[in-house]
């Protein structure tokens, strides 16, 4: 800061901060501007490359940027009887991919390549059916620094090495993966040799174990292992299984309650507003709850509300006074409507809320209610009945506040105020008070109405001139917002 004559746009700090809001386009564009932002934008174009049908860069290109390749993602790759020699000597690379049906690398080579980086790598993916090559979770055990595993297939040997390399991860994702020889002592809190003490985000994608000890269930022995992780802040589990609330419930709902960073939870399983309510009674901090078969009710409701949490002081529950309500921390929330509840008040008391899908509220709560918070909103799914008379005069003043309301949220890219309901909701019109929603100029899709409320050609033409970003309206004209641009009128 002492060279004032110094041009901003050729501080290297500077470019960074414009490179975050970048996609890989606008950065091939930017290398071309000067020397300095080439100097600046070549690394993070190379910083991550896909190998596979869409392209594969000469060894020139990757002996040239080798410096600056810090991820490699193999999309769908044949690898035919070897590891492609290039890649074999990266410098820096710290994250490996095989995704979408790749046909798995000779494991001399696998393992050649592993090993080659086993003191920096700190991610491994493998996705889709593949088949481990011997001595697969000793060689992942020799990298130091993992802390980032994604697995797909089945682990039928080694599976202790396999949960010994669990102990360093942060980030595990078990993606429709059957685990044999499930050991029983992890069923036991006892058994320090099973504790996973630095994982921070848990996802269990269709998991299975076989032969479970007896008399417990597959779901059971996964919800142990969630117990097994006392620092875990993240934890997403689906599968088919009819025993899921096994899972649930050992996991998350058993006394004493061991996950007291947990802050993030998405399920597919259904959980009742009880269940829901106790398990966020417990909760610290809550940021994402996306539980799209969760019957979120008034119990929920008050505990997302509530000032006090429930702990545990020496044995005995008791309830504690929260540094911050869970309603002031949320960023995400995805349930099930369920008689109508907690529409207004969501909004208007969690002033962090990013995601709302799953809530009702209607127009006269929103007038007689209190002013929205969350103006950071950006995906609002949920329904809005129109609990009015929109031909009459004072019913027209209500839709307009409604609308004027909706109008202050101008992060909104995405708005559906129907949620499958088949009802009808506010009349999208000029007339109404369409206009009110003039600053929603990121918006991308807006859907209103099942009984194909249609659009006039006014009333779009508006749309297009002040919504830069719109690409679908529910009711437009067929093809409208891809025929016509602001540049048209």
């Not at 890989?24 to 490359?49: E, G, M, P, Y």
């Not at 050649?112 to 088949?131: M, N, R």
């Not at 649930?248 to 309650?257: D, F, G, N, R, S």
């Not at 709560?365 to 609002?380: D, F, K, M, S």
């Amino acid at each position: 800061m002492v060279n004032l004559t110094l041009n901003p746009f050729e501080i290297p700090e500077i470019f960074l901060h414009i490179a975050e809001l970048l996609d890989q386009r606008d950065l091939l564009n930017c290398i071309r501007v000067s020397k300095a932002f080439h100097r600046t934008f070549i690394s993070l174009i190379w910083r991550k490359i896909t190998v596979g049908p869409q392209g594969d860069p000469n060894s020139k290109a990757v002996q040239k940027h080798n410096e600056y390749i810090e991820e490699i993602t193999f999309e769908s790759y044949n690898f035919n009887d070897s590891f492609p020699e290039k890649y074999e000597s990266l410098q820096r690379l710290q994250s490996i991919a095989y995704t979408f049906w790749c046909s798995w690398p000779i494991p001399t080579h696998l393992i050649k390549q592993i090993k080659a980086h086993s003191s920096i790598i700190t991610s491994f993916h493998v996705t889709e059916y593949t088949e481990y090559p011997p001595d697969f979770w000793k060689i992942l055990l020799e990298c130091t620094n993992l802390n980032h595993l994604q697995i797909h297939k089945d682990i039928d040997v080694g599976v202790d090495l396999f949960l010994q390399v669990c102990k360093r991860l942060r980030h595990l994702e078990l993606d429709h993966v059957t685990i044999h020889q499930f050991p029983i002592n992890i069923l036991s809190r006892e058994h320090s040799e099973y504790i996973f003490p630095n994982i921070h985000t848990l996802r269990i994608d269709h998991v299975r174990i076989t032969d479970p000890p007896h008399p417990y269930s597959s779901w059971y022995c996964l919800g142990m292992l969630v117990r097994s992780c006392p620092a875990l802040c993240s934890l997403r589990f689906e599968g088919e299984n009819e025993d899921r609330e096994d899972f649930y419930k050992i996991a998350v709902l058993q006394h004493p309650w061991t996950l007291n960073n947990l802050s993030d939870i998405h399920t597919d399983i259904t959980i009742e507003d009880e269940h829901l309510a106790a398990l966020l009674r417990r909760m610290t901090k809550l940021k994402q709850l996306c539980l799209p078969a969760c019957k979120f009710g008034q119990l929920s409701l008050q505990e997302l509300l509530a000032d006090k949490q429930e702990v545990v002081d020496n044995g005995q529950l008791v309830r504690k006074t929260r540094l911050l309500r869970l309603c002031e921390t949320v960023e995400t929330l995805v349930f099930v409507i369920n008689n109508g509840i907690g529409g207004q008040t969501i909004l208007s008391k969690c002033p962090r809320l990013k995601i709302l899908d799953g809530s009702v509220i209607t127009v006269s709560e929103i007038v007689n209610g209190a002013e929205w918070v969350c103006t950071g909103l950006t995906h609002l799914d949920i329904y809005l009945e129109a609990d009015i008379d929109q031909e009459t005069e004072e019913g027209m003043a209500k839709a307009r506040i409604a609308f004027r309301q909706l109008g202050k949220l101008s992060w909104l890219e995405y708005l559906d105020l129907t949620h499958d309901r088949g009802k009808r909701t506010l009349d999208f019109s000029l007339r109404a008070g369409l206009d009110e929603l003039a600053n929603l100029k990121r918006l991308d899709t807006l859907w209103f109405g099942y009984d194909r409320q249609l659009v006039p050609l006014e009333d779009a033409t508006w749309m297009v001139n002040n919504w830069p970003n719109i690409k679908y309206v529910q009711g437009a004209p067929k093809g409208f917002f891809e025929s016509h641009s602001v540049s048209n009128f």
